[in-house]
């Protein structure tokens, strides 16, 4: 069949380019997880007979597996009713989820809101991803704080909240952050509460987060001094909610009672990180979550898109020739936020 002959796809994409996918075995017919693509992320995995996907939050092309080895055979592709969603039919290799199951489905939400396992974790994603993980989210920490700086350096007092806390000359940006990790605390231990307790504290960590990164850049630190990734890649997940909600509060006095400076103030902030981190765990939230939808709706203001354009354009100057690409498995999770608050 020549390229003439060929009939116009089937299929409706969104305002961004994007249809959500539905991933099923062929086989057992379970639901194994839902992801996107656009068109050239279809046409891969149409061409290779492999699964290929298109990362939101990295802005670029993935195949299921390419790191894992957990890929997935097309079996068969549908398109639905209305021709703006697809159901690809495969045969998985391996266990599909990044947490380690054979199902991203693997819990089962109760009349009380409480999430239940329901089936085995066929591998640990600590040895499979550990390697990978930790590049992704260095570089993801990386890209948010020279973000922020771009709000420091330049001054966008008149469209940005964030521009104006970052160039004053009073400090207000390290008083929140104890009032937001009392916050935290409150949804661990149900006392301060807007709903689903997973969405209160992925609100609540972010807030924290985005307090701590400030307090960093103000003071003259950076991300090298911080390492928010090693911070936010050292949670215990044998620790209990209570306990966290008790290491977080002293955490909380801490910021408080103590005045920090220079390294020393990275240091704590570092340590605060660590905390909000396991916070995150403790609900089965990956604190890589929280950076990379932080990073996403910052880069959207439009006040920073010329600035965003320029450092786009120098990092493309100063590339190698032959770049790395690190897979990334993520979930996109979108959030709403005042400007009188946030940014």
Same mark, same amino acid.
């Given at each position: 069949m020549t390229q003439s002959d060929r009939m116009p796809l089937p299929l409706r994409f969104d305002a961004d380019g994007l249809v959500p996918v539905v991933i099923q075995d062929a086989g057992r017919g379970d639901v194994l997880m839902v992801g996107f693509m656009n068109d050239e992320a279809l046409a891969a995995t149409r061409a290779t007979g492999r699964v290929h996907f298109w990362s939101r939050s990295r802005n670029r092309l993935w195949r299921k597996g390419e790191t894992s080895g957990h890929e997935q055979a097309v079996d068969q592709i549908s398109v639905n009713c209305e021709q703006n969603s697809l159901l690809i039919k495969v045969h998985q290799t391996g266990a599909v989820c990044h947490d380690g199951y054979s199902t991203c489905y693997y819990r089962r939400l109760e009349s009380d809101n409480r999430l239940t396992i329901t089936h085995e974790r066929a591998f640990d994603p600590v040895v499979v991803y550990q390697g990978e993980a930790q590049a992704d989210l260095a570089q993801l920490t990386r890209d948010l704080m020279a973000t922020y700086a771009l709000l420091r350096d330049h001054d966008l007092s008149a469209a940005s909240a964030t521009s104006r806390s970052l160039r004053a000359a009073e400090d207000t940006v390290t008083p929140r952050i104890a009032d937001e990790l009392s916050e935290l605390v409150g949804?661990?231990?149900?006392?301060?509460?807007?709903?689903?307790?997973?969405?209160?504290?992925?609100?609540?960590?972010?807030?924290?987060?985005?307090?701590?990164?400030?307090?960093?850049?103000?003071?003259?630190?950076?991300?090298?001094?911080?390492?928010? @990734?090693?911070?936010?890649? &050292?949670? *215990?997940?044998?620790?209990? %909610? =209570?306990?966290?909600?008790?290491?977080?509060?002293?955490?909380?006095?801490?910021?408080?009672?103590?005045?920090?400076?220079?390294?020393?103030?990275?240091?704590?902030?570092?340590?605060?990180?660590?905390?909000?981190?396991?916070?995150?765990?403790?609900?089965?939230?990956?604190?890589?979550?929280?950076?990379?939808?932080?990073?996403?709706?910052?880069?959207?203001?439009?006040?920073?898109?010329?600035?965003?354009?320029?450092?786009?354009?120098?990092?493309?100057?100063?590339?190698?020739?032959?770049?790395? @690409?690190?897979?990334?498995? &993520?979930? *996109?999770?979108?959030?709403? %936020? =005042?400007?009188?608050?946030?940014?």
């Open positions: 949804v661990l231990n149900g006392t301060h509460c807007h709903g689903d307790i997973v969405e209160d504290v992925r609100l609540e960590a972010t807030q924290v987060l985005y307090w701590v990164l400030l307090a960093t850049l103000r003071t003259g630190n950076d991300w090298t001094t911080l390492r928010p @990734d090693r911070a936010l890649t &050292t949670p *215990d997940s044998a620790l209990q %909610r =209570g306990t966290v909600a008790e290491l977080l509060q002293a955490d909380a006095e801490s910021w408080r009672t103590a005045t920090f400076t220079g390294a020393e103030l990275a240091a704590r902030c570092h340590a605060t990180l660590a905390l909000v981190a396991q916070a995150c765990v403790a609900v089965a939230i990956e604190p890589r979550e929280i950076v990379a939808a932080d990073l996403r709706d910052l880069s959207s203001r439009p006040y920073l898109a010329t600035l965003l354009d320029r450092r786009s354009a120098a990092a493309v100057e100063a590339l190698p020739n032959k770049a790395e @690409d690190a897979h990334q498995h &993520t979930t *996109d999770l979108g959030r709403d %936020r =005042g400007e009188a608050i946030w940014r």
